[in-house]
């Protein structure tokens, strides 16, 4: 369930596997992620294939990472998606680890649906009509 007020009042269905969220975002939160979001994410289409030789589908995802887990934790409660920590191994970044959230499909969906009008950077091809975009085989 939802906590907190907010301005998003439309009844959203997520896929059973779904991490879901658990804060409703207010105006002021979708405004600041949209400005994290532009500065910091990267946002497209990524590609999958049913099987080997399959179609190829298209769907939205989203990956953000940073050194501070607070604005990370503060978008997946807010849109759902996974947290996880990538290692850092390399040194770059003076050794510290990232924290890294990630959605996909209806997830980034629901989140431009949040914060589209907001966005002046990072935008996805029209996925009003459906998530899922084929590629002939």
Not at 34 to 45: Q, V
Not at 57 to 66: E, F, K, L, N, S
């Amino acid at each position: 369930a939802l906590t907190g007020g907010g301005t998003i009042t439309m009844t959203r269905l997520y896929p059973k596997r779904c991490i879901t969220p658990t804060v409703k975002p207010t105006q002021s939160d979708c405004i600041w992620a949209a400005g994290f979001i532009d500065g910091e994410a990267w946002l497209g289409m990524r590609p999958q294939r049913t099987r080997p030789g399959g179609k190829t589908y298209w769907y939205p995802g989203i990956t953000v990472a940073q050194v501070v887990r607070a604005p990370i934790a503060w978008l997946r409660d807010r849109w759902g998606g996974s947290l996880h920590i990538r290692k850092n191994h390399t040194g770059h970044l003076g050794k510290k680890d990232q924290y890294v959230w990630q959605a996909q499909g209806v997830l980034v969906e629901y989140l431009l649906q949040d914060i589209g009008r907001y966005l002046k950077i990072k935008h996805l091809p029209d996925t009003s009509e459906s998530t899922i975009h084929t590629e002939e085989e």
